[in-house]
């Protein structure tokens, strides 16, 4: 189950809709975080540098990141002999900060990823199942949550019924794509964060 299947039929990924762009800029900060991470350990970096690792970055987007980043602490900008904005993460950690323009931190989908993890380790389940499984003391999922991530997850080709689902019997599924230990995110499009790829567009609203 750790490798990535190559066999993800086409039509599961979907022209993004207008306005995704921004949703898109959203997605790409766990990998421009990553890359900000690698620069500052030998010294700093400039947006064009962070830019040069990401071709699909635009400047505006890194730089909004760094300016919330800068915001939290997590980073520290100077001049140098006339050059603007030289960067460092000052406050590396694995997972992304996950952050509003004000550099107040933003939600984070917290029940996505413990249902996640419960798929990877369960050989089969249904929506009952996971909702059980994924809750936590802190973190209650509902059935319905956990039938509505199922849904999705299976239309875009990650689960496989191993039970279809008939009048007074549950579907069960299995997990036949694991493409890492992140969950796919619901934003208004399901993204992958494991691999940047938007998989399901507007009808994931």
């Given at each position: 189950m750790n490798g990535i299947s190559q066999n993800r039929p086409a039509a599961r990924v979907l022209r993004r809709p207008a306005g995704a762009r921004a949703r898109s800029a959203l997605n790409q900060r766990p990998h421009m975080?990553?890359?900000m991470c690698d620069l500052s350990?030998?010294?700093?970096f400039t947006i064009a540098d962070v830019r040069a690792r990401l071709n699909s970055a635009?400047?505006?987007?890194v730089r909004k990141y760094l300016r919330a980043l800068l915001a939290a602490g997590y980073v520290s900008r100077r001049d140098d002999r006339g050059r603007?904005?030289?960067?460092?993460?000052?406050r590396p950690q694995a997972q992304a900060p996950r952050l509003r323009k004000d550099g107040s931190p933003s939600?984070?989908?917290?029940?996505q990823q413990f249902m996640w993890n419960a798929m990877r380790r369960l050989k089969s389940f249904d929506f009952s199942?996971?909702?059980?499984?994924?809750?936590?003391?802190?973190v209650r999922i509902s059935p319905a949550t956990a039938q509505r991530y199922i849904g999705l997850l299976h239309r875009a080709g990650y689960l496989r019924e191993v039970e279809r689902p008939r009048p007074g019997h549950r579907g069960r599924?299995?997990?036949?794509l694991d493409t890492g230990p992140r969950a796919p995110r619901i934003v208004r499009a399901l993204h992958d964060v494991n691999?940047?790829?938007i998989i399901i567009g507007e009808e994931a609203a």
């Open positions: 975080w990553r890359v350990r030998s010294g700093v635009a400047a505006a987007s603007a904005g030289l960067w460092q993460v000052i939600a984070c989908p917290h029940g199942d996971l909702a059980a499984v994924a809750s936590t003391d802190e599924y299995r997990l036949c691999t940047g790829e």
